[in-house]
C-alpha cells in the first residue's frame, strides 16, 4: 500500500492548521507520497476517533506550546497512536514567549510509540492571548521558512532512518501551573449567535445559551477570536497578569528553530 502523509494538529486558533499542512503538502510532494486527509483533533470527537498508521506513513504533527508544554488534553489520543517505524515530523507553534520543552516532550513521545523522528522545528504564531505578541506570525518570512524546513525534512527522511533528532528541553518537564477554572464572560453585546459554541475544543459553550460556559475551559480563545461582536473576554486577574508579563517581555521576534538528525 502506497504511504500517506497526513497533517495533524489540535489548532483552536487556525496557526498549528496553516503549519502542519504547509509542510505537509511540501513533504508528499518531494518524497511522492499521498497526501491523504487531515486529521485535525480540534474537537473531541476527532480525538477519540481511532487512527491507523502504516509503516511508511508520515505524519506532520503540529500543535500549540501552551504553558510550556503539549496541551494535555493530547495525550490520551497520542497514546493510541502506534508508529510500527512511521515517520513523524513534530512542530510545537508557540506564541513568541518560549516552547520550554513542549518540543522534547513531542519527540519523546513518539519515540516511545515507535515512530521515527528525524526533523523537528519550533515556529511562532501570534500570542493567542493577546495581538500585541507574536502579531501577524506566521507571516511570510515564517511560511517562507516552513517550506524550506520541509524540503530539508523531507531529505532528510529520505536518507533513512538514524538517531531521533536532538531538541532543546529539560527532564521533569516544565511544572504545568495549577488548574485554575477560568472562564471567559460574555458581555450584554452578545447576539447569541453560536459562533463561540461551535469552535470551543472542549465543548463547554452552550449552543442554546451560548452565554453560558461550564468548568473545563482549556483558555484556547478561539471563542475570543471568533466573536464578531467581541463579546467574549477574560476579566480574570491572572489572565490579566500573563498578558501583562506577555506585553512587556515577549514582544522582540523571535525566529523559527529547526532541527534534524544526524547534522
Ligand atoms: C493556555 C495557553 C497557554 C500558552 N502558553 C504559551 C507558552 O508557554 N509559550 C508561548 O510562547 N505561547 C503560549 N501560548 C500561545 C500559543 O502557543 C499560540 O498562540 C499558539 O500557537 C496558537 O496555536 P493555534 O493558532 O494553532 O491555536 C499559549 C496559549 C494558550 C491559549
Not at 500543535?63 to 503539549?70: L, T
Not at 485554575?180 to 459562533?195: E, F, M, N
Amino acid at each position: 500500500m502506497a504511504a500517506n502523509v497526513h497533517a495533524v494538529y489540535f489548532s483552536p486558533t487556525g496557526s498549528s492548521r496553516a503549519m502542519a499542512q504547509e509542510v505537509a503538502s511540501v513533504l508528499a510532494q518531494d518524497m511522492s507520497l499521498t497526501h491523504a486527509e487531515d486529521w485535525d483533533w480540534t474537537f473531541p470527537e476527532a480525538r477519540a476517533a481511532e487512527y491507523n498508521v502504516g509503516a511508511g506513513d508520515v505524519l506532520v504533527f503540529a500543535f500549540p506550546v501552551y504553558a510550556g508544554r503539549i496541551p494535555q488534553l493530547l495525550l490520551e489520543p497520542l497514546a493510541r497512536l502506534a508508529g510500527q517505524g512511521a515517520y513523524v515530523v513534530p512542530l510545537a507553534v508557540y506564541g513568541n514567549r518560549h516552547y520550554d520543552d513542549a518540543l522534547l516532550e513531542a519527540v519523546e513521545l513518539f519515540f516511545t510509540r515507535q515512530f521515527s523522528v528525524l526533523a523537528a522545528g519550533a515556529f511562532v504564531a501570534e500570542h493567542s492571548y493577546t495581538h500585541n505578541v507574536g502579531t501577524g506570525r506566521p507571516d511570510a518570512q515564517d511560511m517562507q521558512a516552513l517550506n524550506a524546513f520541509a524540503h530539508r525534512a523531507a531529505s532528510r527522511i529520505a536518507q533513512g532512518a538514524g538517531e531521533r533528532v536532538q531538541v532543546p528541553g529539560n527532564r521533569p518537564y516544565k511544572a504545568l501551573p495549577p488548574a485554575a477554572d477560568i472562564r471567559p464572560k460574555t458581555l450584554d453585546v452578545c447576539t447569541q449567535c453560536g459562533l463561540c459554541a461551535s469552535v470551543c475544543p472542549v465543548r463547554v459553550i452552550s449552543e442554546n445559551a451560548p452565554q453560558l460556559t461550564a468548568q473545563g475551559c482549556v483558555r484556547c480563545c478561539a471563542c475570543i477570536k471568533i466573536c464578531p461582536e467581541q463579546a467574549r473576554i477574560f476579566d480574570d486577574p491572572l489572565v490579566k497578569k500573563i498578558v501583562g508579563m506577555l506585553e512587556a517581555n515577549c514582544v522582540a521576534r523571535r525566529e523559527p528553530e529547526t532541527f534534524f538528525a544526524g547534522s
